[in-house]
């Protein structure tokens, strides 16, 4: 079995992919860049997490078009990543103007030429409510998309068994399975030290507190 993996550097994509390797699939890691702060460092723990997962293949794909579309935090340098200040209702500044439809779009094109039966993606809605792009309804939605719209034999299965866990519960599924997560990057503003600050910083921390383990990465904060 194959399966395209988006492995963006981050912890649920990492804990995901050696999911998707303890179901016996071999992984085609999938990697975008797009102008994002920390892309450097992005880079950097894909290709070590594809390399440590011994993934058949490592496909970077670069989405320079974010960066001109802008909007985000992430990709637009005149907006300031904010600090995390407990839940809000509104649509985060970090967020990526249908992002994740890009991504699943080329992951598809990309499962259908290589004849993989799955396409995992971290989505995950309990620490990101704002995105809407990460909603279970958004996924499938996008699956009845890939059913339409491709050719592919076998079927590609969009899988995203993280949508409605919180981080900590896929830390612990990383945990069992030895997930290296020194090896992760979660922040969103700094590519050496991470902020400590920012929500992906605060989720991230608080996952490894709440399951009482060290975070093996080092903050500023």
Same mark, same amino acid.
């Given at each position: 079995?194959?399966?395209?993996?988006?492995?963006?550097?981050?912890?649920?994509?990492?804990?995901?992919?050696?999911?998707?390797?303890?179901?016996?699939?071999?992984?085609?890691?999938?990697?975008?860049?797009?102008?994002?702060?920390?892309?450097?460092?992005?880079?950097?723990?894909?290709?070590?997490?594809?390399?440590?997962?011994?993934?058949?293949?490592?496909?970077?794909?670069?989405?320079?078009?974010?960066?001109?579309?802008?909007?985000?935090?992430?990709?637009?340098?005149?907006?300031?990543?904010?600090? @995390?200040?407990?839940?809000?209702?509104?649509?985060?500044?970090?967020?990526?103007?249908?992002?994740?439809?890009?991504?699943?779009?080329?992951?598809?094109?990309?499962?259908?030429?290589?004849?993989?039966?799955?396409?995992?993606?971290?989505?995950?809605?309990?620490? @990101?409510?704002?995105?809407?792009?990460?909603?279970?309804?958004?996924?499938?939605?996008?699956?009845?998309?890939?059913?339409?719209?491709?050719?592919?034999?076998?079927?590609?299965?969009?899988?995203?068994?993280?949508?409605?866990?919180?981080?900590?519960?896929?830390?612990?599924?990383?945990?069992?399975?030895?997930?290296?997560?020194?090896?992760?990057?979660?922040? @969103?503003?700094?590519?050496?030290?991470?902020?400590?600050?920012?929500?992906?910083?605060?989720?991230?921390?608080?996952?490894?507190?709440?399951?009482?383990?060290?975070?093996?990465?080092?903050?500023?904060?």
């Amino acid at each position: 079995m194959k399966a395209v993996c988006l492995l963006s550097g981050g912890m649920d994509s990492t804990t995901l992919a050696y999911v998707a390797k303890d179901m016996g699939y071999d992984i085609i890691a999938l990697h975008f860049t797009y102008g994002q702060r920390t892309e450097k460092k992005e880079r950097a723990c894909a290709r070590t997490i594809a390399r440590m997962l011994d993934a058949r293949e490592f496909v970077e794909i670069s989405l320079e078009h974010f960066r001109k579309i802008g909007a985000s935090s992430l990709t637009d340098p005149g907006i300031a990543v904010e600090a @995390y200040a407990g839940e809000q209702e509104e649509v985060p500044a970090t967020y990526v103007p249908f992002r994740n439809a890009n991504l699943l779009a080329i992951a598809t094109s990309l499962a259908e030429a290589r004849r993989a039966e799955a396409i995992f993606i971290g989505v995950q809605t309990g620490d @990101y409510p704002g995105y809407p792009d990460c909603r279970p309804e958004f996924i499938e939605a996008f699956q009845r998309v890939v059913d339409l719209g491709t050719a592919a034999e076998p079927r590609i299965t969009l899988m995203t068994p993280f949508v409605r866990m919180t981080k900590a519960e896929i830390l612990r599924v990383g945990l069992r399975l030895g997930v290296p997560y020194e090896h992760t990057w979660s922040c @969103y503003q700094n590519n050496e030290r991470a902020c400590g600050v920012c929500s992906s910083c605060h989720y991230r921390r608080e996952a490894f507190a709440a399951i009482g383990s060290p975070d093996p990465i080092d903050y500023e904060e």
